[in-house]
């Protein structure tokens, strides 16, 4: 990596682990059709982009999931169970990383979440590492459903370099997301693929030159 001075993360199998063929087995169970179709890691319904970029609320979704279902009894709990069971959680030494390298860089996290899953990762983080949240790990903390953008839309990046006075050139984004990296790489944005467990993220950006 050239001339490094800032780092943007993304969350989702970069720091905590996700599983998306958990979500998909859920979600068949709960009656959802040709679920692959429906839901997946490079392609998805529609649904699932308002639902990140705060077009819907959870309501509104929840009511989604019944359509798709053909199945208006699922309760909210049925299916918030299934939506956020591809969250795994965060590795045991991940937090003590981000903060190593925050030593060196600034730091930034710009996730593609949404309300559901938001809220069910800092309920996570407050029992499992007794925070309330990821604010002390970076500058700053982006996510898209209160951005009302997301990831690899331009102007989200935009929006990070431009509020913190980033230099595109000396920035560096991460992601486990090909498409991703390409909405970052218009923005001018530095970028590497994250091809490690979140479990091995110390030894990742060593190996690609990042102090840690």
Known sequence: MQNIKNIIFDYGNVIFEIDFRITQ???TQI?????ADFFGHKGHDNLFDNLETGLITPAQFRDGIRDQAHNPALTDTEIDAAWNSLLIGVPPNVHDVLLDVKKHYRTFLLSNTNQIHYDYIMSYLQK??????NDHLFEKAYYSQQMLL????VEIFEQVINENHLNPAE???????P???EGAKKAGLQTLLMTE???NLGAFLKSNGITV
């Open 179 to 181: 498409g991703h990296l």
């Open 25 to 27: 087995n859920s979600l």
């Open 128 to 133: 499992e590492y007794g925070v309330e949240n």
């Open 197 to 199: 467990h979140p479990k």
């Open 150 to 153: 997301r990831k690899p839309h």
């Open 171 to 177: 920035t560096l984004f991460i992601d486990d997301t």
């Open 31 to 35: 009656g959802i059709p040709n679920v």
